[in-house]
Structure formats: C-alpha cells, structure tokens
C-alpha cells in the first residue's frame, strides 16, 4: 500500500486531524521553546493556543505558518507533509499582532497585496475586496490609509487582507491585544461570528484564559514549551490532566492542609489541593441550606464587589478562600461569622489530578 | 509667552540660547540683508545672470545632482549592507563610512586631486586605458562631492531600515511575496522617506562645498568653476555686492532643496501617523 | 529570522560592492597622504611638520578648535534643555535657525562675517576706534569655526532629551530641587555619552574647516593660518611633500576622532540597553 492512501485511509478514520503536530521539537540558542509537541486540530474547529507568555505558544504558530521551522517533528496540513513547503504556499492566512498592515498601503492595496502576488486579474481582485470589505463592514474606507483607521477597523482589515488568497486555515498572533478593553470585547463577538460563518480551520493565540474560553471551541493549553492538554473549555474546568491546568484555568487557590476540613481526608501522600470559588458556598448563620449540618464557620475578612455578584473572602483552617455569592442574597459583612461549605476539590498526585467530594454529600441522606 | 512648566531654568537658558544664536548666527545674516538691501535690483540681476556666473552655477548644481544619485545608490546598498548582513569586517566599514565628515575638506581636496591627475595612481590608469582626464574636470568635482555625500545617505537610511519591524516582511512572506517583490513593495517604501531626505542634505551640502572641490576642480571659467568659488573671487577682488548676489542666488536654492525635502517628509508623516 | 536571509552570491556581491567602492573612495585618498608623506624619507617628514609655520598653524588650530567647542558646548546645552524642557511660541522658529548654519555653504558664512565686521559693515567704526580687529584676523577664525560647528553640540542631545521626557526633572523640581541641581544629578546623566560625541563631531568639524577660514583669515602666514590654510599655501607653492607631510597630522587625528565615535556610540549604546 502506497502511503498516500495510507493517508487517506487515516484520515477517514481519524477526522480530527486536519492541522497535525508531530514529535515537534523548537530550540532557540539554547532555549528549548518547543519540547515534543503533539497537536491535531480537525477541520472547521476555533482552537485557542492558551499559556503564560514564554510558553511558546507563538512558537507553534509560527511554524505552523512556516515563519519557523521545527529542529524535529512534522507538520501536516490536509493530510500533506509541510515541513519542506514554503508558508506562503501552505494555504495559510496570518494576522500579526500588530496587524503589520502595509503603512505606506491604503486599505485597498493592503486585502489586495496576496492576490497580487499570485497575478489575479486586476477585475477579480476588485470584487474579491470588495465584497471582504462588506464582510468586516468597512465599505467605503478602501481609499484610507493604516494610520487613519482605529484599533478596531485595523483588526478587521488585517483579518480581511489574510483571508483575501482564500487560505484553508486563518491563524491569528494574539489578535485582540493591540486594541482597548472595551474595542476587544467587541471583536472578540465578532471574530467568533465571521470565524463560525467561514467556516474556516482557525488557530490564535492568547494569555487571557476569559478571552480562550469565550471563544474557543477548543483549547490547546501550553506550559515552559510543552502542550499540558488539549480539550473544549468545559473538559479544561473539569477535567484539568495536570497541576498546571489545573491551576492556570479558573480563578483558583492552593491549600495544603485541606485534611483539617470538615468531610475530607488527606491520602498518605504530601499532596496539595486546588480549589476554586465555585466550589465553595458561604451562607449567612442560620440561613436554611441544603447541607446546614455539614458546615463549619469561617470569619469573613474581605468581601469584593464584582459587578454582577460579590466575591467573598473567609479565613477557613489559615487559607483564605474565596467564594461567589449573588448580590440578590442578604448580605455578608467583614468580620462577621459565616457558616463554610466545600463541595469539592482537586487533590494533585505526582502523576495524576483527583476530584474530592465531599464525604456528606454521599453521605447525607444516609445520616439524617 | 506662557509658562507652565514647575522645572526651572527657562529664562537663562532661552536667554543664553537666543543671545549666542543672535551674535553668531543672526546678526551676521541680518548684515546680509541689510547689505542686499542697499544693492539695485538691475544690478543684482546684471550680477547674477553674467554667462560666467551661471556657467558656475551650473556646474555646482549638475555635478551636486549627479554625485547624489551616485550617493542614494550606494548609500542605499552600504546601509543594506551593515543592517542585514554579518561579516569579518563590518565594523571597519561602519566605522570609516564617517571618514568624510572627520577628514578635512582640503585635505581630502589635495589627496583626491593628486591621485586622479593623469600622473596619479588612479588618473594614470584611467587616461591610459580609457584616455579619460578626472582631475581638472567636472568627473573630478564629481568624485570630490561623492566623497563628500557618503554618510549622508548611509546614515541617514540606517536607522530607518535597523527599525523596520519583522512583522512587515513575514507578512509579506506568508501572502506569497518572494524577496524581490517584498524589497520593492514593503521595504523599499519604508525608507523612501529617509532615501530622500539624505540626498537633500547631501546635494544641499555639495553645492556650497568649497574645500574638498577647489583643488580638483582645476577652476577654468565655463568649464570647472564652481559657485563658492565665484564668491570667494568676487571677495578677492573685494566686490562685495557681487559676492553678495550671487551668494543669494545660492542660499535660495538651498532653502528650496531642504523646503522640498520638508514638505516631502511632513506629507509622509502625516500619512505613516495619521494627523490629516 | 531566517526569511531575511538573501541568496548567498548576492549578499557576497554587495558586501563585496562596498568593500571596493569605501576603499577606493575613502582609504585610497587615506593611504596616498601617508605615502607622500613619507616621501622624502622620516628626516623630510619630521622637519615638514616641526616647521615654524607649521607648528604655529597647528596652535591656531588647536585655539580655534577649542574655542568653538567650548561655545558650542555651552550654547548646545542650554539650547537643548530650553528646546525640550518647556513649551514656547517661536520654539520651531528657534530650532530652525540653529541648525541654519550647517546648510549654508562655508564661502557664505564666511562672506556673511565680511559684511558684518568689514570696512563697509555697520560695525566697524565702532570696532576700529576700539582697535579691534576681526575679520582677516583671529577673532574671525575662531566666530567663522563657530558658526559652521554651530548645531553640532545641541542636534546631538535634542533627541535623547525629547525621548527621556520632562518627568524625572518635574519630580525632581516639586521636590524642591533647583536648575543646576536637577542638570547636575537628573538630565546629564542621560546626555553624558550625546554630549560626548556631539564634542567628538565638533571638534573634527572644527579643525578641518576650511572655507570659512578662508574667506576669513586674510592668509598671513604665521598669524592667520589654521592647518588646512597652511596646507593649501605649501600646495600652492608646490611643496607637495610639506602639504602632504601637515596633512598627515591632520588625517591622524580623523583616525583617532573616528575611533573615539566607535568606543562612545558602543559604550553609549551599553549604557542605553542596561537602564532599559
């Protein structure tokens, strides 16, 4: 059998794998960026490259994009090796993250340089732009240059000038950055819409785990130049394969002595456990709850308005832990004595993550 | 006037600075004007158009124009050069590119004139293979002003091209640019800019170049007399009022060439920052 | 990186352009005063340049040279510090005519003097029954190197003062700081190394002016000649060896200048990256 229909058989059989990373290894000088990464990202897919800045997730965008080249390992789009394959012929669109837009270009010329290059007749080119710039709706802005267009509007033109060579895959370098808090939160809607409506393979990069989670259908999390896991944004939360994941998703908080709280027990190992607001309720003394006979008291000593809800601060066993409460419920105090219930955590192994529940939740019919 | 600012210092530093610019720069080109002011305007435009005087100017200019552009080309390369390659020697090059403006004029004035008259190690190789003369004709004032104009354009397209951001190029490179489009379309209008605003410094400095020229040039009227030196004979002979006119016919052209370079460069900031 | 890489051969052609096209044009010239230097033997060499005249035009260069600095120094620091320290009406008005002096060709400076301090200036009454003498005298050496240096000092620092900002001076002030304090201990130390090379390019200006000079010096020898008048009187005479063996003296030091603007610019640069 001849491997390209090995290929194709592989491909019927594994979908998932429209962008593959292989084995890929990255030094810089003697910095390892890349170590032994394995990635694949099946067609259509929105995946977020989520990690702390030096994680090397850029790195993998760009070798994706052919702007780096692996020292080992193979990349494969579409069922094809692209190791030795120019970027510019891998069917690929690129925005920068700070667009990188041609200053001394207007608009026009900027969605129309690829096309360009690949000698299109000058009468399709103008309707290829035309009909992009209805699409991030910036119709009438083709004769402006870069520094007369906002934050946002660059975006879009960016976006617009890496789709015009019709690329099979769009990936992005940190997009949302270059512009302000509230400009992003718009572009972040609008770029999952366009993507969805595309139809198109997109790959891009963030630090912000909110921005990954809102956006992307999956999530490639990346830690000191390994990919930690791979996993829709609801695997992430619940199922976090290793300590890294499990601390960098969410807004979570490390406790050692966890033992010492009510209803859970410390294996023999020296373990730590995560724990996140969400697992944690506080209720006001005497409130009628679910599991009043399975609390313990905590002092309150800091209590944070969040806007929609308040994030409450307790001191329980020497850990402070946070938890979210409704505004709609009667309030909380500083200093004043609450009643603590833990629903769960995450103990971490040296190979493993664990879930704990809490004992009387199995328990609590049983007792009563 | 209004001052806002808490750090102190404004009043004797503006003073000191406008009082020095007053005596060494401005009171002096006030006499200019005052002088030119008591010369007629018949005489003036007799002076100024006299056969010999725009043969002179010609000359400056032509020979200014030419050993710029031969300047923007090899400025243009050498910047390239030192930016983007690394190689045993770089920075020698680098650092001798500064020789003209460290050397005085004359004395690179009498060095170049020796080495390309018919009996210099250059000139001889020249006249004899090609029967071409560049000491004593305007190819020689050529040669003087382009070693004049070297670091004009070096310098002032490095900085430029040092900063030009990656992003630019790889962006280039993934929408299927190959090197020579990329250098034309993204590069090249990147140091335009600054392409220009060296040749204008280096031809505005070229037309008044006196010392490096004055040898070479062999000076024979309507041939190889240039304008400076025009001026420099009408002092000689203490005819001041003609020093005077056609130092004028001088400083205006000078002022066009940098205003030209000025307007160039503020439509292209306008552009790049977006203040329209 | 490795997508600005050019194909070998080219980078090699270019390297190779440079390499031929700096040698022939600026070490050539280098090489030949030497080698006509020593022409006449070590003996020929050391009795040109211990000629009486020659060491006297030497010291006039010196004295010229270290008065244009010193002035250049003093105004090119309170103009920078007026320029970007505070906000004024006229400010571009006041940088335009300080870097003036650069663009206007050196015959013209040195006419500009003529009129001010000569016979028909509106000055010289005064002067003379005073019994000062400036033009085709020292004192017009020395304003005539100050003027063609005039910007070199202050266009140095404006820049690194523009990009430190006003506000370690403004902390420094509401602390109660006063002017030379807040110099001494907050804006020197960020201009130390401009200041430094802005002196170096003052003083390589300084010394090789010789068009201004020129005009202004009336070529007594002796009395008025700096080392490139001298040079040209001995060519003139056809003293080639002497005119080459003072030139060397002058090519020395724009080895030695061009080598002190490499060391200052690295450690500058070393100083730059490690406050960043």
């Known amino acids: 059998m001849s491997e390209t229909t090995e290929k194709t058989v592989e491909q019927i059989e594994n979908p998932a794998s429209y962008v593959e990373l292989k084995g890929i290894n990255k030094h810089f000088k003697d910095f390892h960026a890349t170590k032994d990464a394995n990635i694949s990202i099946s067609k259509g897919k929105l995946v977020a490259l989520l990690g702390p800045s030096g994680s090397g997730k850029t790195t993998i965008l760009r070798m994706i994009a052919g702007l780096e080249h692996p020292d080992s390992g193979e990349i494969w789009i579409d069922g094809k090796l692209v190791n030795n394959i120019p970027g510019s012929e891998r069917g690929i669109g690129f925005v920068f993250q700070s667009y990188a837009l041609f200053r001394y270009m207007n608009v026009y010329d900027n969605i129309a340089f690829g096309l360009r290059i690949k000698k299109v007749p000058e009468k399709d080119i103008k309707k290829r732009v035309t009909e992009l710039l209805e699409l991030i709706s910036c119709e009438g802005l083709e004769k402006r240059y870069p520094s007369q267009l906002s934050g946002g509007q660059r975006q879009r033109v960016a976006f617009a000038r890496a789709l015009a060579p019709n690329p099979h895959i769009l990936l992005l370098d940190e997009p949302f950055a270059a512009v302000d808090a509230k400009v992003r939160l718009e572009l972040r809607t609008w770029l999952k819409e366009m993507i969805t409506k595309l139809q198109i393979t997109s790959i891009f990069v963030t630090h912000d785990q909110d921005e990954a989670i809102e956006v992307a259908d999956e999530i490639i999390v990346t830690n000191q130049g390994r990919v930690e896991q791979i996993g829709t944004p609801q695997e992430l939360y619940s199922n976090p394969a290793s300590p890294f994941v499990a601390t960098f998703i969410g807004n979570s908080i490390q406790v050692k002595n966890f033992d010492r709280f009510r209803f859970f027990e410390k294996p023999e190992e020296d373990v730590t456990a995560i724990l996140r607001p969400e697992f944690v309720s506080v209720y006001k003394k005497g409130e009628k709850v679910q599991y009043s006979k399975s609390v313990e008291e905590a002092v309150v000593e800091d209590i944070i308005f969040r806007g929609s809800n308040l994030e409450i601060k307790v001191r329980l066993h020497d850990n402070l832990i946070s938890s979210v409460r409704s505004i709609n419920e009667p309030a909380i105090e500083i200093g004043e004595t609450v009643d603590v219930f833990i629903f769960r955590l995450f103990v971490i192994f040296k190979d493993r993550i664990e879930l704990f529940y809490n004992r009387s939740l199995n328990n609590e019919t049983v007792i009563i | ?276 | 990186m490795d997508i600005r890489k050019d194909k070998g051969v080219l980078k090699w052609v270019l390297i190779v352009i440079c390499f031929v096209f700096l040698s022939v044009f600026l070490l050539l010239p280098l090489v030949y005063i030497i080698a006509t230097a020593f022409r006449a033997g070590i003996q020929g060499y050391i009795k040109a340049v211990t000629d009486e005249y020659a060491l006297k035009a030497t010291w006039l260069t010196i004295r010229a040279t270290l008065w244009a600095v010193g002035i250049n120094t003093f105004f090119g620091i309170s103009a920078a510090w007026c320029l970007t320290k505070f906000a004024f009406k006229g400010k571009k008005l006041l940088s335009t005519f300080i870097d003036l002096p650069v663009t206007v060709s050196p015959i013209i400076a040195g006419l500009i003097y003529v009129l001010t301090f000569g016979r028909q200036g509106p000055l010289y009454g005064f002067l003379d029954s005073h019994g000062i003498q400036i033009i085709f005298a020292v004192p017009g050496i020395v304003l005539a190197t100050i003027f063609v240096t005039f910007p070199f000092i202050s266009r140095e620092l404006i820049p690194v003062l523009t990009a430190q900002g006003t506000d370690e001076e403004e902390a420094a002030a509401l602390m109660g700081a006063r002017t030379f304090t807040i110099f001494r201990k907050v804006t020197f130390p960020h201009i130390k190394w401009a200041l430094l090379y802005g002196i170096v390019l003052c003083t390589a200006r300084a010394m090789g002016e010789f068009g201004a000079v020129s005009v202004l010096s009336g070529h007594l020898r002796g009395k008025t000649n700096t080392l490139p008048l001298y040079i040209e009187l001995l060519y003139q005479g056809y003293d080639f060896t002497g005119a080459f063996a003072a030139s060397s003296i002058l090519v020395i030091m724009a080895v030695i200048i061009l080598i002190l603007r490499l060391v200052i610019e690295q450690k500058g640069k070393k100083e730059i990256d490690i406050n960043r």
């Open chain 2, 1 to 276: 006037m209004k001052r806002k600012s808490i750090i102190p210092g404004f009043g004797l530093s503006f003073g000191i600075t406008v009082t020095v610019l007053s005596i060494i720069v401005l009171i002096p080109l006030c006499s200019l004007v005052v002088f030119t002011s008591q010369l007629s305007f018949s005489e003036f435009i007799y002076t100024v158009t006299r056969p010999r005087i725009l043969s002179g100017y010609y000359v400056s200019i032509s020979t200014a124009f030419i050993a710029s552009l031969v300047n923007v080309v090899m400025g243009l390369i050498l910047a390239w050069v030192l930016v983007r390659y690394n190689f045993p020697g770089k920075k020698f090059l680098d650092g001798i590119i500064e020789l003209p403006f460290a050397l005085p004029t004359a004395v690179a004035g009498i060095s170049l004139t020796h080495l390309t008259t018919t009996n210099g190690w250059v000139g001889k190789i020249f006249y004899d293979l090609f029967g071409i003369k560049i000491a004593y004709t305007r190819l020689g004032i050529t040669i003087a002003l382009i070693f004049i104009g070297i670091p004009f354009v070096v310098r002032s397209v490095q900085p430029v091209l040092e900063k030009i951001d990656l992003q630019y190029e790889e962006a280039a490179f993934i929408l299927g640019a190959d090197r020579r489009t990329t250098f034309w379309k993204v590069i090249f209008p990147e140091i335009l800019p600054s392409l220009i605003s060296g040749f204008t410094l280096a031809f505005a400095r070229s037309i008044g170049e006196y010392g490096s020229v004055v040898f070479i040039a062999g000076n024979t009227p309507y041939e190889t007399e240039i304008a400076p030196l025009l001026i420099m004979s009408e002092l000689q002979e203490f005819d001041y009022a003609a020093a005077t006119s056609i130092a004028l016919v001088m400083l205006a052209i000078a002022f066009v060439i940098l205003s030209v370079n000025a307007f160039i460069q503020s439509m292209v900031s306008k552009r790049v920052s977006g203040l329209a």
